[in-house]
């Protein structure tokens, strides 16, 4: 337990909060996918706490992801500690400047700090306290900075994971879930439909086919689909929603359009009997047969699967030492993600995803940060959450690799 204390105590709280700021600094916006910045940063970093097994592995070029290792001495397993380097773009309306920074009501303000440069910088606390301890663990540490996970992963994660080039007995990942437990992810469909018409001056409406009202009538067979669909329930994360989000349609108001386009999300929990596939189908043999019924319907169906659905056992050594680790530093243990909102963690195509469904690495959602606050405008993270999860992820690391 000496070790463990020596441990804890180089846990560097200022070094983490310090970190998570000048990562914050540096923009690494995903479109169009800048992470290189942010790649060099972290470089630097594990270069200066002397790690000398750090791979670099890109799909393309300048977006390169890192593999660092701690050896262990006996090496009999490995924890995997996952971070993405990218952040959605910042768009307007920051009422702080978005790569600034700032520090202000013991917050760090600006892009990507919940999604996920507070996570990043805790990985990296991690890392330090290690070396400053001067502690080699019995098994390995293995520690992923990696690209484009805002745009599913395929060039980070996935990527990583397609090469074989992730060995790990368990896995966390630590995007911001305000320090709850997820393991299992939802399929994500998105829908385009294009609803074709006759063009026409008002005039001759009579002659035209208006296709803004036969969208109304696709939008009610959505809504019916919906009503079906919501009687398949997950008895932890609930329902599937269909949602027509999107309409578009019209040029000039004295003209009948040639077309109008309808955009929908399909969020399909894992575990409640049908799969994406049939999903999918469901919904395009029931828009077909509205086009049987009316003969001047036309619909042009695009579906584009941008996530599968998926679950891991719950009762995990990695869920387990997670929640033991965060009862000894906030005083309670890691509750579910899925246990007061009824819902997944709202991720697509998620690094937890490749991690168990490509590798089988037992992987967790766990990290700093109040998810409500991803992508969100003035977004933030409380430096105290940085800190706590540095020592978090140090005190879960020595539990499942020894020290």
């Known amino acids: 337990m000496r070790a463990l204390g020596e441990l804890l105590k180089a846990v560097d709280g200022e070094y983490a909060i310090k970190t998570a700021q000048e990562l914050v600094r540096i923009p690494s916006e995903n479109p169009p996918g800048r992470e290189k910045d942010v790649t060099e940063y972290i470089l630097r970093e594990l270069k200066r706490l002397k790690f000398d097994d750090i791979k670099i592995s890109e799909a393309e070029p300048d977006r390169p992801n890192i593999i660092a290792k701690l050896h262990g001495r006996l090496g009999t397993r490995t924890l995997l500690l996952n971070g993405h380097m990218d952040v959605v773009p910042a768009g307007s309306g920051w009422t702080v400047p978005p790569y600034g920074g700032v520090i202000r009501d013991g917050r760090l303000w600006g892009r990507g700090a919940c999604d996920m440069k507070g996570?990043?910088?805790?990985?990296?606390?991690?890392a330090k306290a290690y070396r400053d301890a001067a502690l080699q663990p019995e098994g390995n540490i293995l520690f992923t900075f990696v690209v484009d996970e805002e745009m599913g992963g395929k060039k980070g994660t996935g990527f990583l994971a397609d090469r074989g080039l992730l060995k790990a007995d368990m896995a966390i990942v630590a995007e911001p879930s305000n320090f709850r437990l997820s393991v299992s992810e939802g399929g994500v469909v998105w829908i385009k439909l294009i609803i074709h018409g006759k063009q026409a001056h008002t005039i001759n409406a009579k002659a035209a086919i208006n296709p803004i009202e036969k969208a109304s009538k696709v939008i009610q067979e959505l809504q019916r689909l919906n009503e079906k669909l919501q009687k398949l329930r997950h008895p932890k994360f609930g329902s599937p929603v269909l949602s027509v989000n999107v309409i578009r349609g019209g040029d000039k108001i004295n003209i009948v359009p040639a077309q109008c386009v309808l955009q929908a999300d399909l969020r399909l929990p894992p575990g409640i009997g049908i799969s994406v596939k049939e999903a999918q189908a469901y919904i395009e043999q029931s828009l077909k047969e509205l086009t049987i019924q009316d003969s001047l319907?036309?619909?042009?169906?695009?579906?584009s699967v941008v996530a599968y659905p998926f679950e891991q056992p719950e009762d995990t050594q990695i869920v387990e030492l997670l929640k033991s680790a965060t009862k000894a530093v906030l005083g309670h243990e890691a509750e579910w993600w899925h246990r007061d909102t009824g819902a997944i963690l709202p991720k697509e195509d998620s690094d937890v995803f490749h991690l168990w469904t490509k590798c089988r690495i037992p992987s967790v959602y766990f990290g700093p940060g109040e998810v409500?606050?991803?992508?969100?405008?003035?977004?933030s993270i409380r430096i105290e959450e940085i800190v706590q999860a540095a020592k978090i992820f140090t005190l879960t690391a020595f539990m499942a690799v020894g020290g």
């Open 119 to 126: 996570g990043l910088a805790a990985i990296l606390a991690v």
């Open 297 to 303: 319907l036309r619909v042009e169906m695009e579906f």
């Open 372 to 379: 409500e606050l991803a992508h969100a405008v003035d977004e």
